[in-house]
């Protein structure tokens, strides 16, 4: 079940186009949708797609992942356990404001007449450009050019490149070059989260230091409560042979560079802004005003053709270890041309690099960096949705993203013993590392977040070969959520001896706190195994690493043997009668979900109905047993993949936006062609379409992540159960159709093309790598780096 693309603007105003999104004319009523969509970022700082003149804007956001503010959770009544702390990341100073104005009269994007807009989201070069011809009112022709970028190769900097040409006339020009420190407040502060402004008393960013230099101005802050410090700092130059004066002021929360230029015609008025942030916790903003003076003195010196030459080097290299690429889909499938199709796979796959390229010491927030919505929390997504694809192109952020995790144990082992268990807890949402969701019944009892942490972990390990990784940080993890899953359940003289756990929620939020949720308990399975694996493996073949294990878990020797035989016996539910799993011990107890009877506008259902409604109702908002099917692919037969694809499918409303990449995957593995074309589109246009009407709030990282799971392991064929790197392709239904996609595996650059009779596979960069086609063993070498085989069947479910 599938929602309906929202409102479209006209095609003609946004042609497809295969390394753009662009924009041919300023429609304000997708102001906010075009925000995000236009967003820049590198993982660590981002800026929603706002026009540079400071406005219209619909959330004007300017975000530092990991910089947040904290808050008490109040609670109407109190209970032992509850998350205490509000984590929500702020709103910080923005900087990308360039105000124009000819003869006085300000450019302003709704009032001005536009002889040519456009303006477009570059994946190719990872920069915002714009192209602009401005008539004022006096007939005054204007040429307005820029390009901004948020650069990832310098992780603290931005920078604009801003160029005004009159054409027909003289004029004086005055363009403002300005940064504004927004003063967030409960009492509805303008351009801040409606959320962030009622949570927090009074404003968020303290004014420590503010001053300028030439034309260079620093503005530092600091929060109050997460005892955080900001500095932004921006530098300014004007490159023109038309007269011009600059005057420079500051406050505590505002600077300007404001150059007036007497403007001939055809003489180009070359603004060039660079913007520095820096945070930190532990030193005094004294010193880290400095550190933002060194980083612009170093960018200012190399220019902004120097970071955007590197800008394009950094992009050049992640599509050549990223790009997936489609040819010669049916439109009367899809409903899309393939032109459409590459925008938006491309486009998915570019805000997920922005969200997370240089997220070093942090997590991936939900929205990334292009909005404020579920407050810039980092949740499992990451490691189910989004490492797969970080894996197998960029080994090195999958690798910061799991170290993040670990330098989470500390918490994480407090949070277990607050909660009466042995091990580590990781939280369900947090910043910080400390659990922040204040509903326990879709938070802190989705305990299986412990589970897909340790299988990411376990996938990356397999995928890369970084043993060190799984000895120095990976095994203290694994005893330690082995512990809490011994812990938690317990052996069921009921269910015939065998190992339950009782009282979690899984994936599927509109079935809470449940006996033995069939995801969970197979989750839970695999991570005892694996820590049983790992600590005999240490034991028996690396006793020094093994002896530091000890020491920094106080491991006993038997406890390996306690985890192997709770996941030997390790209950999952199943009916004899429909031969499928049930999600838990009574889903099959309660009546289905009247759809019928639910209006089209009552979606998503937990904004229309009480959850004690949706909890005793068979419904689910997003895939659960579905998932385990796809994340565990060798534990069902494709006969039990079929029976269970079909009853849970009719039950899954598609409310969270992590459903349709998945169903989309098993519906490829069972066999249904339409199902897996339509809830795969539906993935891959969440956000370029506006499929769940939300996009104005931030990108759906996650479902992004899971477009390219999509096509890699459901279109594309490709499984790593056992692993090893193994592909089952099928022939497109296409008569022409090609599928191409790059594997970085074991260090070697693997790429798989696709075809309606043979499928390709060429070894682009490494030694020597060995993987499977079917069943075949297939060594590809430097010498003999590619192979064929032929595409065995026609489209249809995965053989036995």
């Excluded at 920078?159 to 027909?168: D, F, P, R, W």
């Excluded at 612009?296 to 599509?319: C, H, K, N």
């Excluded at 020597?768 to 064929?788: G, S």
Aim: aromatic letters at 10%.
């Amino acid at each position: 079940m599938l929602h309906h693309e929202r409102l479209r603007p006209p095609s003609h105003d946004y042609p497809a186009d295969e390394w753009n999104v662009i924009e041919k004319a300023f429609h304000p009523e997708f102001l906010a949708q075009l925000e995000t969509m236009s967003a820049l970022g590198n993982g660590y700082l981002g800026m929603r797609g706002c026009p540079e003149e400071g406005g219209p804007n619909a959330e004007n956001g300017t975000f530092i992942n990991g910089f947040y503010e904290t808050r008490p959770i109040v609670y109407g009544e109190e209970a032992y356990g509850f998350a205490k702390t509000a984590q929500t990341i702020c709103n910080v100073t923005d900087s990308k404001i360039i105000k124009l104005f000819v003869d006085d009269e300000p450019f302003w994007l709704p009032n001005a007449h536009l002889l040519k807009y456009d303006r477009r989201l570059n994946m190719k070069s990872g920069t915002l450009d714009r192209e602009i011809l401005w008539e004022t009112p006096a007939g005054k022709q204007v040429s307005i050019t820029s390009r901004r970028l948020v650069s990832f190769a310098n992780r603290h900097v931005a920078a604009i490149s801003y160029c005004v040409t009159l054409l027909n006339a003289q004029a004086f020009v005055v363009i403002s070059s300005e940064m504004a420190t927004n003063d967030e407040t409960s009492a509805g502060g303008s351009g801040g989260d409606p959320r962030l402004a009622r949570a927090h008393r009074g404003r968020v960013l303290h004014p420590r230091a503010s001053y300028s230099k030439d034309r260079r101005i620093v503005l530092c802050h600091a929060t109050e409560s997460s005892r955080f410090t900001l500095t932004c700092a921006t530098d300014t130059a004007l490159e023109s042979s038309c007269p011009h004066s600059c005057r420079v002021v500051h406050t505590a929360d505002f600077g300007q560079v404001a150059f007036t230029i007497d403007a001939q015609p055809g003489c180009p008025l070359q603004l060039t802004k660079y913007l520095v942030y820096h945070t930190s916790q532990t030193v005094s903003a004294e010193e880290l005003c400095g550190r933002a003076e060194w980083t612009l003195d170093r960018v200012v010196t190399q220019g902004f053709r120097q970071l955007l030459a590197s800008q394009e080097q950094y992009m050049d290299d992640f599509w050549r270890r990223s790009d997936v690429r489609i040819k010669d889909i049916r439109e009367d499938r899809t409903k899309r041309s393939t032109v459409e199709i590459q925008q938006a796979i491309r486009f998915n796959l570019f805000h997920i690099l922005q969200a997370s390229a240089r997220a070093e010491d942090t997590g991936v927030p939900a929205k990334g960096l292009t909005g404020q919505a579920y407050e810039g929390h980092y949740f499992w997504d990451t490691e189910i949705y989004l490492l797969p694809f970080l894996t197998y192109t960029s080994p090195r952020i999958a690798r910061n993203l799991l170290a993040f995790r670990y330098k989470m144990l500390p918490q994480a082992r407090a949070r277990a013993k607050e909660m009466d268990h042995r091990g580590a807890m990781f939280p369900w949402r947090t910043i910080n590392g400390e659990e922040a969701s204040a509903y326990y019944a879709a938070g802190t009892a989705q305990y299986h977040i412990n589970a897909d942490i340790m299988y990411a972990l376990r996938k990356y390990v397999q995928a890369t070969g970084d043993e060190e990784f799984l000895r120095d940080f990976g095994a203290e993890m694994l005893v330690e959520t082995a512990r809490l899953w011994l812990d938690l359940g317990f052996y069921s003289d009921a269910k015939g001896g065998q190992f339950c756990i009782n009282g979690v929620t899984g994936p599927n939020e509109y079935n809470a706190v449940v006996n033995n949720n069939a995801y969970t308990n197979l989750m839970a399975r695999e991570n005892l195994r694996l820590a049983t694996e790992v600590v005999e493996s240490l034991r028996a073949t690396e006793p020094n690493a093994y002896n530091a294990l000890v020491q920094k878990t106080a491991l006993e020797p038997s406890e390996a043997n306690a985890w192997m035989h709770a996941a030997e016996n390790m209950y999952v539910p199943y009916d004899e009668k429909l031969k499928i799993v049930p999600e838990d011990d009574n889903f099959l107890d309660k009546e289905p979900w009247d759809f019928r009877k639910t209006p089209a506008d009552h979606y998503p259902l937990l904004l229309f109905y009480h959850p004690l409604n949706i909890y005793r109702k068979q419904v689910i908002k997003q895939a659960d047993v579905i998932l385990a099917m796809f994340l565990l692919g060798d534990v069902f037969s494709p006969e039990k993949k079929k029976r269970n694809f079909d009853f849970y499918d009719s039950l899954t409303t598609g409310d969270s936006s992590l459903s349709s990449c998945v169903e989309a995957i098993v519906a490829a593995q069972v066999g249904d062609l339409d199902k897996a074309f339509r809830y795969g589109m539906a993935a891959l246009l969440m956000d370029l379409a506006d499929v769940g009407g939300n996009v104005k709030d931030g990108c759906h990282i996650a479902s992004m992540g899971g477009t390219w799971m999509m096509l890699t392991y459901g279109f594309g064929g490709m499984r790593d159960d056992d692993g090893t790197l193994s592909f089952w392709p099928r022939r497109p239904p296409e008569d022409n159709a090609v599928l191409r996609f790059p594997v970085t595996y074991r260090g070697q650059l693997l790429e798989v093309e696709i075809g309606v009779e043979k499928v390709e596979y060429a070894l682009r960069e490494g030694e020597r790598l060995v993987i499977r086609h079917e069943t075949e063993e297939v060594e590809l070498t430097r010498d003999n780096p590619l192979a064929v085989r032929t595409v065995s069947g026609r489209w249809g479910p995965d053989p036995e």
